[in-house]
C-alpha cells in the first residue's frame, strides 16, 4: 500500500515563529488532506489540497502530485497552534485515507 | 448545526464484553468511516460504507462488527475477539466514497480492562 511520511515528527517553536511542515508519499493520490488535532483529540480539517496550493489565514498548503509531497506553512504561531498535524492521503485506486505519523507540534509563549 | 456525533465520549468495559459505539451524521452524507487511533500513532481504517446497507472492510477489521441500516448511523460493535480493544475511536464521513474530504466526529475513548 502507499507510503506516507511526515517530518520533522516533533517541533517546538516560539510564539511568532513561522514553520514548514512536510508530507511525503510514495504513489499517485486523488485526495489529500491536513488536519490538526487538538489536545482533545478532535480532528479539524484544514485543507484538502490533492493539488496546488491555497492559503487560510495564518495557513497555507501546497502540493506537488508529480513530485509526491505536501508541505503546511504556518507563520506567526500561536500556542493555539499546538497540537498534532497529520497529513492523509487517498490514492486513485483505493477508497480509505492513509495516514502519516504526524508532526507534533509545541509552541511556547 | 450540521456535523458529526459520537457518543459516548469515554467508555470503559470489562475484558470479554462487546460493547457498540455509536456515530451520526447530519450532512446528509452517503459516505461512513471508522477509525482507530493508539496513543501516538495515526488513524487506520477499520470499516466503511459507501452506501446504505453495503460495508467493506479496511485495513484492522478482525475483531469488530458494523451496520448500515440508515444513511445518517453507522454504529461499531467492538467485539470481545479483538485483542487489544483500548484505543480512541474516530467515525468520519464525507458526500461520497470517492476522494471527496472527509470529516471527523470528535472521538469515543475505549478503556477495556
Known amino acids: 500500500g502507499i507510503q506516507v511520511e511526515q517530518s520533522p515528527p516533533d517541533l517546538i517553536l516560539q510564539e511568532g515563529a513561522n514553520s514548514t511542515l512536510r508530507c511525503n508519499f510514495s504513489d499517485s493520490v486523488n485526495n489529500l488532506q491536513w488536519f490538526h488535532q487538538n489536545p482533545w483529540g478532535q480532528l479539524i480539517n484544514l485543507f484538502y489540497i490533492p493539488s496546488g496550493t491555497k492559503q487560510n489565514g495564518r495557513l497555507s498548503a501546497t502540493t506537488v502530485a508529480t513530485e509526491r509531497y505536501s508541505l503546511l506553512y504556518i507563520s506567526s504561531s500561536q500556542t493555539t497552534d499546538s497540537g498534532v498535524y497529520f497529513c492523509a492521503v487517498l490514492t486513485n485506486a483505493g477508497n480509505m485515507l492513509t495516514f502519516g505519523g504526524g508532526t507534533r507540534l509545541m509552541v511556547k509563549p | 448545526d450540521g456535523g458529526i456525533t459520537q457518543s459516548p465520549k469515554y467508555l470503559f468495559r470489562k475484558e470479554g464484553q462487546n460493547v457498540t459505539l455509536s456515530c451520526e451524521q447530519n450532512l446528509n452524507h452517503d459516505a461512513m468511516y471508522w477509525y482507530r487511533q493508539d496513543p501516538g500513532q495515526g488513524l487506520r481504517l477499520i470499516y466503511y460504507s459507501q452506501i446504505v446497507n453495503d460495508f467493506q472492510k479496511g485495513d484492522i477489521a478482525e475483531g469488530y462488527s458494523v451496520s448500515r441500516e440508515k444513511k445518517e448511523s453507522f454504529p461499531l460493535t467492538v467485539t470481545s475477539a479483538q485483542k487489544n480493544p483500548t484505543a480512541f475511536y474516530l467515525c468520519?464521513?464525507?458526500?461520497?466514497?470517492?476522494?471527496?474530504?472527509?470529516?471527523f466526529g470528535p472521538g469515543t475513548r475505549l478503556t477495556v480492562t
Open positions: 468520519a464521513s464525507s458526500k461520497t466514497g470517492g476522494g471527496d474530504e472527509q470529516y
